[in-house]
């Protein structure tokens, strides 16, 4: 069975940076890959999401990200990164990692990725 591992999480300082990432227990087929955020009392959101197993490497990004975080894969380690800079205490949130083997035409909706991980906690606070 596909499986999603994500690590990386953890209590950081307004400005300061965190490096999540996802490991696919079998990447084979992977369309895309992409990161999620639930944040409390609020619903899961994209954050954003990369091409995988194809040729295309798209990325794209949620606009309250942008500039911010830089999402990258490395094909041959079965792994998705999220580098995320600069981050504020509006980015505390478990932070999922989710995969489909389909074509994605709506990249933050959440119904077009069957695999999901188990999140990981980010937390911003001084």
């Known amino acids: 069975q596909l499986q999603l591992v994500e690590s990386g999480g953890g209590l950081v300082q307004p400005g300061g940076s965190l490096r999540l990432s ?9 369309n ?3 990161w999620f ?3 409390p009392g609020k619903e899961r959101e ?5 091409g995988f197993s194809g040729g295309s490497s798209a990325t794209k990004y949620a606009d309250s990200v942008k500039g911010r975080f830089t999402i990258s894969r490395d094909r041959a380690k079965n792994t998705v990164y999220l580098q995320m800079n600069n981050l504020e205490p509006e980015d505390t ?3 999922y990692c989710a995969a ?3 074509v994605v035409r709506e990249p933050f909706s959440e ?6 991980g188990q ?3 980010v937390t911003v606070a001084s």
């Open 22 to 30: 996802c490991v696919a227990s079998d990447s084979s087929g992977y």
């Open 32 to 34: 895309v890959i992409g």
């Open 37 to 39: 955020r639930q944040a």
């Open 46 to 50: 994209g954050v954003s999401v990369i």
């Open 93 to 95: 949130a478990v932070y």
């Open 100 to 102: 489909t083997i389909r």
């Open 111 to 116: 119904n077009e990725y069957a695999t999901w």
């Open 119 to 121: 999140g990981t906690q």
